[in-house]
């Protein structure tokens, strides 16, 4: 078995096809089809099965393409690594980031790695739940993961506890200066659609608290989100950063829960399995450094540090 071969087999495994990887890779197809019949004969298994639609793995050829994954992975983390000059790194870098925290982390990440010419930063945004298994399957470097378990394949390092307040438009804006969740239960209510930690926290301490609650709506993408509630349609219920911008426009506001506490837990997300290379090791402190700053100023509304 050689790092030609475990190529061929990844490629073929990612596409679906032997006859497009025969051209991605420009190795013609009887030639590839060989290179996949050796794999198998040193294996003593078959790896992929065919039909009309194309090829896709058997179970070994699963198990065989998550160490092939990691096997390249490191093999190109080798070569990008002697042949950087000195102490500039370069290469491609991809981040998850969940959406409310897409709206403090990019740009000042952005403007930290002008400096690294060669590192072309990919940021990636998805829901956190799916985040932590893009990490752990090695197609992401990093994610920052909302109120994430510690899984397999991956290391949690805590950041910061965010606290959860009531988002309202303005118009509805309270002469108190907190809201209890009985009052919020009596709004039409907004909500992020499941899986979502935050949506988990709510309906959870609604259900403690015994409250009935009227949902007129579940929605996934947080911007549209918070437009519905400054139209007035109903309320929800968001962490400081996904609403600062509305808040700075003046079509919302926010309002502290009081009674209990609502919080939810952001950590730092690499993989344990795929070593990260420089420039993800730029990256990466260069995301440390930013959330500690925005931690230390005060900027970040609604923060409690964790020590990491």
């Known amino acids: 078995m050689d790092f030609k071969q475990l190529r061929c087999f990844a490629r073929i495994a990612e596409l679906g096809n032997m006859t497009r990887a025969s051209e991605v890779l420009c190795i013609a197809q009887p030639a590839l089809s060989q290179q996949i019949a050796n794999l198998e004969a040193e294996l ?18 699963e198990v065989l393409y998550r160490h092939a ?13 002697i042949t950087q000059e000195g102490d500039r790194p370069n290469g491609r870098v991809s981040i998850g980031i969940p959406g409310s925290t897409g709206k403090i982390l990019p740009v000042p990440l ?28 090695g ?60 949506r988990q926290r709510i309906e959870a301490a609604l259900l403690d608290e015994h409250l009935k609650y009227r949902l007129v ?11 519905l509630v400054a139209a007035g349609i109903g309320w929800t219920i968001l962490p400081w950063t996904a609403v600062a911008d509305e808040m ?14 609502l919080q939810r837990g952001l950590s730092l997300c690499v993989s344990d399995a795929f070593p990260l290379g420089r420039a993800a090791e730029v990256v990466r402190d ?13 900027q970040w509304i609604g923060t409690i540090p964790i020590a990491h």
């Open 217 to 227: 709506s579940e929605v996934s993408a947080t911007d549209m989100l918070i437009r």
């Open 44 to 61: 003593n298994t078959r790896l992929f099965d065919r039909s009309a639609h194309g090829v896709r793995p058997t179970s070994a050829g």
């Open 69 to 81: 994954r990691s096997l390249l992975k490191q093999f190109e983390d080798v070569r990008v690594a």
């Open 286 to 298: 260069s995301v440390v450094r930013i959330l500690d700053r925005l931690l230390a100023s005060g």
């Open 248 to 261: 700075n426009d003046g079509t919302i506001c926010i309002s502290p829960i009081s009674g209990r506490s």
């Open 139 to 198: 197609k992401l470097d990093i994610a920052i993961t909302v109120d994430a378990q510690p899984r397999r394949g991956t290391t949690l390092t805590p950041v910061v506890l965010e606290e959860l307040y009531v988002v309202l438009p303005s118009k509805d804006k309270p002469k108190k200066s907190s809201l209890r969740l009985k009052e919020v239960a009596a709004h039409p209510l907004i909500l992020p659609s499941a899986p979502s930690t935050i």
């Open 110 to 137: 952005l403007r930290e790695l002008i400096g690294f010419e060669g590192i072309l930063l990919e940021i990636v945004e998805r829901p956190s739940a799916e985040l932590i298994d893009l990490v752990a399957a």
